[in-house]
């Protein structure tokens, strides 16, 4: 909800100097030292090179091989980002210094937001509440494209495929300087079809359904963005317009959505490409606007934002319970609109002392539509101030401490269904799905955290408490979630969640080896979580949001190792563990928790007519055998992947081009935390992807 330029005073506030972008995430060169020397949080830089070299499809899969980063997939042509297991409402997606607000709480969609505008992207990994907020209890994903043109005329236009689910698509970015005023503007187009999975039949609910060519049916779907930005970049004085739109058209699982789609006259199998009932459609329309004021001693930085999303769900109307068969396919519209504002004063105290203080406000306004129901009409109200001092003690060693108080506020509006049901003989009711509830939130949170470094160590630890105010769906949903195969149900009740967590740091750079080691441990006194049940409602297990204690700690490592100027090797990994100390399901971890997984990478790099290289990735995950019943465990896997890219410089021009072969023995695995595995579908088969771009 900050400003991004709040998380570069707490990532940056080891230093005085601008902060260092990594042209990729590899843990080798001083670059990568400098950076955890400012730094004392577990985060990292990962700049746009990083993003074209590593694309795989959609921005979290690319972001997949940052340790402790995940991607929750969704079919083949979206994702949700994670960070150390926490994802949803407990990640803050900060873009241009603007909280992301869309509908994330959904599990069946991912980001609004156009990948390929992105310039660069800052990953903080642990809790972030201080300058972000409620929603950064778990971490930050900060998107910077903002970037200002240098150049007269300059832009990049890039082509890419992929063909497991045949995607095709286009990306353009032209922009340009006239004096201290600039311009930039992007589009992109992506269309791709039903994507592939390594079997040729299913099993749902005891029933088995084959899969023609392999593919799960209406899957397919298409994307259209824009964005355009104009402004004023002076020595002292910054300011800039932002106009975005992201628009997106994806297909649900057929065979997922109930069993009455065996009834449905429509004929899935005759294309691959079309989108068929049911589906999903959403548009986000995002303004932006960004000062920024440099003094001698003081920084002023303002941020103002409005954003629109607008996301419809659509199925073939078909009678439920005591639900009569709808007139129209319109199942759920959620139409909702934030406006965001928030501001930073850095003060330079003196040579020791570095000041910052904000302020954010924020208000949501969402109204449902559509004859299904999971969640009412709602309005939100949160605000937030805090103070961050950042102390140098010596060159090798830098203290920080801040305080942050927060305000929220939420009406749910009452909600009876549209048809009635039977409670007694001779006696129907519209049934009472949603109270009218009114509910007041606040909290003191507070963070220190210390960096020292001497010779090739740099030592770091962060300690703090964090909230979260409960989303309106914990506290109100009462609906059939199709697409993820349950019912789920709010708890009107619910405390705001707490979290008091110890993040540690252990680097050591050599000449040719470094090495990196970020434990953590997090305590939530009542962390909110659905809680399968062994209640079926409509055919549909029950899913109850609750309550519990919950401890919560793992540690990312990373280890690399140059033997020459050619070749390199990376080996890392992260693990994650979870168990509930208290509830009815005392003794267990949490529901869809990841297992351990290790990536081990031999990369050759050469230069012949511009830089390239070849790399060779072996990725492995563990059994899950750490559930949530009546969850069920899920067997390990390997994958062996192979990257390459190439640059060409042409003067002005410069050609690019990358490489990507995922799954090549084509082997059938699950992933715990996709929700199709509960109906026996596997992640997707072997996948080639390339991308040609040129700069100018």
């Known amino acids: 909800m900050i400003s991004t330029l709040l998380a570069a005073a707490l990532i940056t506030c080891q230093a005085a100097d601008s902060t260092v972008v990594l042209d990729s995430i590899t843990v080798s060169g001083n670059s990568k030292r400098n950076y955890q020397l400012r730094s004392t949080m577990s985060g990292l830089q990962i700049s746009h090179q990083f993003l074209e070299t590593n694309f795989a499809g959609s921005l979290m899969q690319t972001l997949e091989s940052v340790p402790g980063v995940k991607a929750m997939n969704i079919g083949s042509g979206q994702s949700k980002p994670t960070i150390r297991g926490l994802g949803f409402n407990r990640m803050a997606v900060v873009e241009d210094g603007i909280k992301h607000e869309g509908q994330q709480w959904g599990d069946d969609h991912g980001l609004e937001i156009d990948q390929f505008a992105i310039d660069r992207v800052e990953v903080i990994k642990g809790p972030a509440a201080l300058l972000y907020g409620s929603d950064a209890i778990g971490g930050v994903l900060s998107l910077y494209s903002n970037h200002v043109p ?366 990196q080691v970020d434990p953590y441990i997090n305590y939530f006194p009542n962390y909110i979580y659905l809680n399968p049940t062994s209640t079926y409602v409509e055919g549909l297990q029950l899913y109850q949001y609750t309550q519990a204690r919950v401890l919560r700690w793992g540690l990312e490592a990373q280890v690399n190792y140059e033997f020459n100027r050619h070749w390199s090797a990376e080996v890392k990994g992260d693990y994650l563990y979870a168990r509930q100390q208290s509830g009815d399901k005392k003794g267990f971890t949490l529901p869809f928790s990841t297992p351990w997984s290790a990536d081990a990478t031999v990369k050759y790099s050469y230069s012949w007519r511009g830089d390239g290289f070849v790399s060779v990735n072996a990725h492995v995950v563990g059994d899950q055998n750490e559930i949530v019943p009546p969850e069920k465990p899920t067997p390990g896997h390997w994958t062996l992947n192979a990257q390459a890219g190439k640059h060409f410089d042409m003067g002005r021009y410069v050609l690019k081009i990358t490489f990507h072969a995922d799954n090549l023995l084509n082997k059938r695995y699950y992933d715990h935390t996709s929700y199709y595995r509960l109906i026996d579908v596997p992640e997707p088969g072997r996948n080639f992807s390339l991308m040609v771009g040129l700069d100018f």
Not at 172 to 200: E, H, S, W
């Open 150 to 515: 240098r150049e007269r005329f300059q832009g990049s236009v890039q082509v890419f495929g992929r063909t497991n689910n045949e995607q095709l698509g286009i990306s353009a970015k032209l922009g340009g300087r006239f004096g201290n005023f600039f311009y930039r503007a992007n589009a992109t187009l992506i269309d791709y079809a039903d994507f592939q999975v390594p079997t040729d039949s299913i099993q749902y609910y005891s029933y088995y359904i084959r899969l023609k060519e392999r593919r799960l049916r209406n899957t397919a779907g298409r994307e259209r963005d824009w964005s355009v930005m104009a402004g004023y970049d002076g020595y002292d004085f910054h300011t800039d317009v932002r106009l975005s739109s992201n628009w997106a058209k994806s297909g649900f699982f057929a065979n997922a959505h109930g069993l009455e789609v065996r009834l449905s006259e429509i004929d899935y199998d005759k294309s691959r490409r079309d989108i068929d009932l049911p589906y999903q459609s959403v548009n986000h329309i995002k303004v932006l606007s960004h000062t920024l004021w440099r003094g001698d001693v003081v920084t002023v930085d303002v941020n103002l934002a409005y954003q629109h999303n607008k996301r419809e769900e659509h199925s073939e109307p078909v009678s439920h319970g005591y639900m009569p068969r709808p007139g129209d396919s319109l199942e759920r519209r959620f139409t909702k609109s934030t406006a965001t504002a928030n501001a930073k004063v850095t003060w330079d105290i003196n040579d020791r002392h570095n000041l910052s203080s904000g302020a954010s406000v924020e208000y949501q306004h969402n109204r449902r539509g559509g004859w299904g129901f999971i969640i009412p009409d709602f309005e939100t109200l949160q605000c937030g101030a805090f103070v961050l001092d950042k102390f140098t003690v010596s060159n090798q060693l830098v203290f920080n401490a801040g305080v942050r108080y927060d305000y929220g506020r939420t009406h749910i509006h009452s909600y009876n269904d549209w048809y009635k049901t039977p409670v007694s003989p001779g006696d129907s009711v519209f049934m009472e799905r949603s109270g009218d509830q009114r509910r007041n939130f606040n909290s003191f949170t507070w963070s220190a955290g210390v960096n020292y470094n001497t010779g090739g160590w740099v030592l770091k630890a962060n300690v703090g408490k964090s909230f979260r105010i409960p989303i309106p769906k914990e506290l109100g949903a009462d609906g059939i979630n199709y697409h993820i195969f349950r019912y789920e149900k709010g708890y009107a009740h619910l405390d705001p969640e707490q979290s008091y967590q110890l993040d540690a740091g252990i680097h050591w750079s050599g000449k040719s080896l470094t090495v």
